[in-house]
Structure formats: structure tokens, C-alpha cells
């Protein structure tokens, strides 16, 4: 197995353990906090408090992550990619641990200070995709960032899958609340030795963008980086693009439940099934971007992911959702693709990680402001997130036209070298 292989199948392993992790208490949380029978909280804590609490608990990571990733990639372009990416990784193993034994205690604190910290932790997203950038050569770095998409979509899938498994007492005696979290505190460890063993940095990944031909490296702040006239309108697209998909992703649920009173068993079907066209789209990125190039993908991606939306609320059966679920899908899968792209490509090497850390930033921003957002409207309207979802994604397709501009990555003597 050659360098490159071997370094993208330790960072592949990385994203999907990470989103893993970040969906595993979803199909936990909920039962723990809010069924006074578990004993997690004292019983006479009323209901009202409980979800208040719930939200905290599921809010602290994401908060984390927006915190840390452009840290964490801030000190991966000075330190090196390897040594924070197993420090972080180490990190959200110990997080994972507060967490459980918080829950097998009954400590809400530990519970809550472990979820900030392995969230903080967990910002290594950003240091991930800077090394598939370092390692890719020109030809084929979509395919690397659409493998990566892949790996994010199935840790979706098998995260809730564990953490529901892994907290059922009917299938082993043992399982509890608490077995998840131990879980994912030793699945980050497994990450963490396959990191340390498996992934070599290769000399050219190392050197490029740092020749004497580039001029000196300048170490810009986060907002320096942020406000880059060439990277705003991406970071924006960026935003308007995350909305959208989790507009989506949060309420096709919500959407059928108010309407057609489903089954968690139904819905738990649609996520199975929606999987299928966000991992093959990943898998043909690459191939889509040949003739109609990156700006062409990303275009295509948000038209599929406005029209999925739209035609969404339009079937009055069951039957006939799931193919505008499907468009949906699809569509998502290119846009996360694309608008990592965008800013991979828009910034240099020396500081791809702060520039991909500011991008999950942007991420979670957006995926809070959409739970909120599409709360509110959900209330007011069933398809009114869809609606405004299906103008964000609109909203991408102008500002890919109008603002975003691709840059080809240009290939250094040591990567020609080594293609």
C-alpha cells in the first residue's frame, strides 16, 4: 500500500469514528434525561427542566467543535498534522470517559464538562481534511475529499445504530446507559493507535507550499483568514449550503410525523435509505467533476439538494417521498464535497488547517442556526423549513456563479516526483 493510501485510510478512519461519535448519544440522550425511571436525574426534577438540560447536553459538543477547530488547525500548520491530530484524539478519549462515568454515576456535571471537552476535541475534522489536501495530488484530491464525505455519511448511519445497540439491556444483560460512551471512549483509543502506527506524513505532503519559490509564510489570525476576500464568499456559500442541508436532515422527521403520524421504525428506514445515494455520490464526485469541473458539481449539488427539498412536501403518500428524499441526498453528499474544496483550494498549505477549522466553524453555525430556525418555522408552517431551505440552497447557486472562484492546485516538484 503506498504512502498516500495508507495516510487516507487513517484519516478516513478518523472522520468516520468522529461522526460516529458525534451521533452515538442521539438515540441515548433522549431516554436518559427525559424517563424518570432511569434515575439519571432525581425524579422530582420536572419535565420542563429536563429538556432544558437535554439541549444543554446535546449543545456542548457542537459547541465545542466550533471553539476548537480553527484552533486545532491553527496549531496543525505550526506544530504538524500528526501530533495534534493524536493529541485531540486523546483528548476526546478522555472526554468520552467523563462522559460515561457521569452517566454511570449519575453526575450531570461530569456528564456536561465531558460532552465541551470531547466536542473541543473533536474539531480535528479540520486537521483531517488538511492532510488529504497535503497528500492529494491534483488528479486526485476530489476523489480523497469525497472518500472523506463517504466516511462522514456512514458515521451518521452506524453512530445511533451503536449507541441505541450498546444501551439496550434486552439484547445483554449488561448494557446500559453508560456502555456507549465507554465505547466511543475506546474506539477513540483504537483511532489513536491506528493514527500513531499507520500514518506517515509524506516528505513532499510535508514540504509543499513551504519552497523558497513562495516567498516567506506569513501566519495570519483567525480572522484575518476569515475576512480573505478570496475565501469570504466561499465561507458564505459555505453557511447558506449547511442551513440548507440540515434544514433537511433535522426535519424530514418532524415534517413526517406532523403529517403522517410515522413510526420511529419508518423513520429509522428513510435514514437507511437516504444513505444509499449520499454514499454513492461521494463515490462519483470525482468523476462528475471531469467534464463540468468543481464550480459545475457544486451548481448541480445545490439544485439537486433546492429541488429534493421542494418537491419534498409536494406528495400526499409515503410511497413517493423517498424520491425527492433521494435528489435531497445526493445532492448533499456533492455540496459538503464542493464547499470543502472551495476553501482547500482558495488558501495555501501553510495554513490549510486554520482555514478548514474556520470552515467547521462555519458548519456548526449553520447547523445550530437551522435547528433553531427550522424550530420556530416547523411551528408556524410543517413545510416551512423546506421552503427556506430550498431558497438557501438557491441562494449557493448564485453565490457559486456570482462570487466563488476555484483555484487549481498546482503541483510541486516533490509531488511530481512522487506521481
Known sequence: MSQENKAMSAVFLTVLFGFAGFSLPYPVF???????????????????????????????????????????????????????????????????????????????????????????????????????????????????????????????????????????????????????????????????????????????????????????????????????????????????????????????GVYLVQNHDVTSSFLGMCSAIISIPLIIAGLTVERAQRPIGLRGVAVLGHLFLGIGLLTFILPDGLVWIFVPMCIAAFGIAWCEVTTSLFISNGTGAHEQGQALGIYRSVHVLAETVAVLLGGVLAGMNSNAPFIVGCIAAFICVAGILAWVKTRSVTPTAETVAVS
Not at 476576500?229 to 466561499?234: D, E, I, K, R
Request: glycine share 10%; net charge positive; charged share 10%.
Open 30 to 252: 433522549g431516554p436518559m434525561f427525559l424517563k424518570p425511571e432511569l434515575g439519571f436525574l432525581d425524579p422530582s426534577v420536572p419535565e420542563q427542566y429536563r429538556t432544558i438540560l437535554l439541549g444543554v447536553a446535546m449543545a456542548l459538543y457542537p459547541i465545542g467543535q466550533f471553539v476548537g477547530a480553527p484552533w486545532l488547525g491553527r496549531m496543525s500548520d505550526k506544530i504538524g498534522r500528526k501530533p495534534v491530530l493524536l493529541a485531540s484524539l486523546l483528548g476526546a478519549a478522555s472526554g468520552y470517559i467523563v462522559v460515561a462515568v457521569g452517566v454511570a454515576t449519575a453526575n450531570l456535571p461530569m456528564v456536561l464538562i465531558g460532552r465541551f471537552v470531547s466536542g473541543l476535541c473533536e474539531g480535528n475534522m479540520a486537521i483531517a481534511q488538511s492532510i488529504a489536501s497535503d497528500i492529494s495530488t491534483p488528479e486526485n484530491k476530489v476523489r480523497n475529499f469525497g472518500l472523506l464525505t463517504v466516511a462522514i455519511n456512514v458515521g451518521w448511519i452506524i453512530g445511533p445504530l451503536m449507541g441505541g445497540f450498546f444501551s439496550d439491556p434486552t439484547i445483554h444483560p449488561s448494557f446500559n446507559v453508560s456502555w456507549p460512551f465507554f465505547f466511543a471512549a475506546g474506539m477513540y483509543g483504537f483511532n489513536l493507535l491506528v493514527v500513531a502506527v499507520v500514518l506517515r506524513i509524506p516528505e513532499y505532503a510535508r514540504r509543499r507550499g513551504r519552497t523558497p519559490d513562495d516567498g516567506p509564510q506569513t501566519s495570519r489570525t483567525i480572522w484575518q483568514t476569515l475576512t480573505d476576500p478570496g475565501l469570504l464568499p466561499a465561507f458564505v456559500v459555505s453557511f447558506f449550503s449547511y442551513c440548507a442541508i440540515f434544514l433537511f436532515f433535522c426535519f424530514f
